[in-house]
């Protein structure tokens, strides 16, 4: 089943990448030379429209952590035969690379409201086109390294097992003002899905000098490719993960990086991963495995105050009243990062430990995503 999936993406990936760069030579060929890109329309925005997921859809709690390893003879997109020199074979690292937007019109039904996401589009620029400009580079930079790199489109095959899994996308704004690149990993983080973030989050940021984008969104968070609880053409559970806006399409020195630099963006991309792989400790099994928290309310009657920060004088997101669910994600230092519904209102904050207790009540209904 896995096998033949992926070897039909690989036909079609070796059929269809390079009839896509000829349509995409094409288009800028016949692009008008008045094309005024600063006063273009933005069809999308990816923190609208790519991703929906809200938390009330959190992965059930799970007590099964098993890991299970792909055999490493099986078909690639795109493969090498070159092994590491340090690596023995039978562990050559994998990396599966998507292409964000890329055929999402032929996302499968589970994904089907996705099927019109078609990212940022700038004059004749389309988020599209520089994504798998970028990704292409980033595959090629992999396999040079002796790396075995799956090139993927929106749909992925069903619980994708990797040592990596990075997904490209540009940003857009109404603000042409707006800049800089960032990179978010799912809601519930595994320490390697962390430490595969900050290495890319620092190479990226060393290669291309770009600005941290602080503004991550619900959505990249819960890009719908990490929900493996949800979905079936996700990756698997266990697969370090993260999606990385690479930069600003609606802003001009962002999109002329992207455009005119793009071995540059790539390579920050590619040192990330590199560096990921060359860190962590492949023996770490439980790295791999996301943290389960249990649902939580105020421990006082009163209720509890959620904050913006994990910060007793931190100002305040959402007050909790006493019947609300709290629902942990994160943990640092004596605090949770939280999801919080009260009535109408949704809120992500930060609650000190010792002020809620666990519960054992029924999880209310889930809303509608959030973008509907
Ligand atoms: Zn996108």
């Not at 050559?92 to 019109?116: C, F, K, N, S, Y």
Request: hydrophobic share 35%; charged share 20%.
């Amino acid at each position: 089943m896995r096998r033949s999936t992926i070897q039909r993406y690989g036909v079609s990936l070796m059929i269809v990448l390079p009839i896509m760069f000829v349509l995409i030579a094409l288009g800028s060929q016949s692009q008008t030379s008045d094309a005024d890109i600063s006063s273009s329309t933005i069809s999308s925005n990816d923190t609208q429209s790519e991703v929906t997921e809200w938390p009330n859809e959190l992965p059930p709690t799970s007590t099964s952590e098993v890991v299970t390893s792909e055999p490493s003879a099986v078909a690639t997109a795109i493969s090498t035969s070159t092994p590491l020199p340090t690596t023995p074979k039978a562990s050559l690292p994998r990396v599966g690379i998507q292409v964000g937007h890329w055929q999402t019109e032929a996302l499968p039904d589970e994904l089907a409201r996705l099927r019109t996401s078609v990212g940022a589009i700038v004059g004749e620029y389309t988020e599209t086109e520089v994504n798998a400009s970028i990704a292409q580079r980033v595959v090629a930079q992999l396999q040079n390294e002796g790396i075995i790199v799956d090139l993927l489109p929106a749909t992925i095959p069903p619980a994708y097992e990797a040592d990596a899994f990075v997904s490209i996308h540009a940003d857009g704004s109404t603000s042409t003002a707006t800049n800089g690149f960032k990179l978010a990993t799912s809601w519930r983080t595994s320490r390697a899905s962390q430490q595969l973030h900050d290495a890319i989050r620092n190479e990226y940021a060393t290669a291309t000098g770009l600005p941290w984008d602080p503004s991550i969104t619900v959505n990249m968070r819960g890009y719908y490719a990490f929900s493996y609880y949800r979905f079936t053409h996700t990756v698997a559970r266990t697969t370090p993960s993260v999606i990385v806006e690479m930069g600003f399409l609606t802003n001009p020195s962002d999109r002329a990086m992207m455009l005119n630099e793009p071995d540059r963006i790539a390579s920050g991309i590619t040192q990330g991963i590199l560096r990921y792989l060359r860190e962590r400790d492949p023996h770490d099994r439980e790295a791999l495995i996301p943290p389960e928290f249990k649902t939580q309310r105020s421990r006082s009657a009163e209720g509890v105050t959620i904050r913006s920060r994990p910060d007793e004088n931190a100002s305040s997101t959402i007050f909790a009243p006493a019947d609300a669910r709290i629902r942990p994600f994160e943990e640092r230092d004596g605090w949770y990062q939280v999801f919080v519904r009260v009535g109408e209102q949704r809120a992500i904050g930060w609650v000190q430990k010792e002020l809620v207790v666990e519960t054992n009540d029924p999880t209310p209904t889930p809303l509608p995503p959030l973008d509907s």
